[in-house]
């Protein structure tokens, strides 16, 4: 499988990054980040040379709530549950993260038992980290056990519709937008499994959000906040597709990328995970799972 990194797309490359890979479509299409707007795919379209088929995974999520309302009420349940979750979580996250920085803060005066200090600090962070994603994930995985989407009409042909679009596409193509919706609608309309298998492998190409929801690890993130800077929270795991990485559109713009000390923390608690910036202007292939050489990483010294 070839996956196309892609930054945000304000200047466009994803028609040059289609040329170079001589797709010649057509191209299933998500852009249910998007939410409402989601059929206003003309531009979208037009870069890929016309020939889309846009999978409509946001209206079939809709579609799913009205027609189905045992799995609808279940659902926002469990949108409850997960959301009380993520307050506890970001309670306890804040607090753990204000220590780490200040035992930071004195552990830069190279004192043996400050570093120590702010290397377990870190790990508790890190704990939290993973605590939390795995109970994000247990609370869906249960879900779906109670309720297995292949077993409920209307999800099933859904799931049978998006599985021909992709069949007679040559490549997938998620654009950005919210990344929870994303994220929800991948998994729900079983998107990863759906994927064609053949000699070249499939070929997916994401960027921004759309780029996030590929991933094992969603980080949510925003040093710029009007309110000010927030903690990069854990939301959950995409299809993971591509692993080991913590992706971060518009890194420029949202982090503090000048602040050192910061950047550090943030590439240690989610090492040894790459913690990788997307640009405008940025294109990494991941081909089977190997990442090229030279992609820039924030780094934790």
């Not at 939290?128 to 879900?143: A, P, Q, S």
């Not at 997938?172 to 079983?190: I, Q």
Request: glycine content about 12%.
């Amino acid at each position: 499988m070839r996956v196309v990194l892609l930054g945000p797309q304000r200047r466009p490359t994803l028609d040059s990054a289609v040329r170079s890979l001589g797709l010649p479509g057509p191209f299933a299409t998500v852009t249910a980040g998007w939410r409402e707007r989601e059929p206003d795919d003309g531009e979208l379209a037009a870069l890929l040379g016309g020939s889309v088929v846009n999978l409509g995974l946001y209206r079939r999520g809709l579609d799913v709530a009205g027609r189905d309302p045992e799995w609808a009420a279940a659902e926002r349940e469990v949108r409850r549950v997960l959301a009380a979750m993520q307050e506890v979580y970001l309670l306890r996250l804040d607090y753990a993260l204000r220590a780490v920085y200040a035992v930071q803060r004195r552990s830069l005066g190279g004192a043996g038992v400050d570093v120590e200090a702010f290397e377990e600090a870190v790990a508790g962070v890190r704990q939290l980290d993973e605590t939390h994603r795995r109970r994000v994930n247990g609370v869906r995985g249960e879900f779906y056990a109670r309720f297995p989407p292949h077993e409920r009409a209307v999800i099933a042909g859904h799931r049978e519709e998006v599985a021909a679009g992709l069949r007679d596409s040559s490549a997938l193509v998620v654009a950005g937008g919210h990344v929870g919706v994303l994220a929800d609608v991948l998994h729900l309309f079983n998107v990863a499994a759906a994927l064609p298998s053949s000699s070249g492998g499939s070929t997916v190409i994401a960027w921004s959000a759309g780029a996030m929801a590929l991933t094992d690890r969603i980080v949510l993130f925003h040093d710029r906040a009007p309110q000010g800077p927030g903690q990069p929270e854990v939301y959950g795991s995409g299809l993971s597709l591509v692993r080991d990485v913590v992706l971060l559109p518009h890194a420029k713009a949202r982090l503090l990328l000048d602040d050192g000390p910061r950047m550090a923390v943030l590439a240690r608690r989610f090492g040894p995970a790459r913690c990788v910036p997307l640009e405008a202007g940025t294109r990494i292939d991941v081909v089977d799972g190997a990442w090229p050489d030279g992609v820039r990483v924030i780094g934790a010294a």
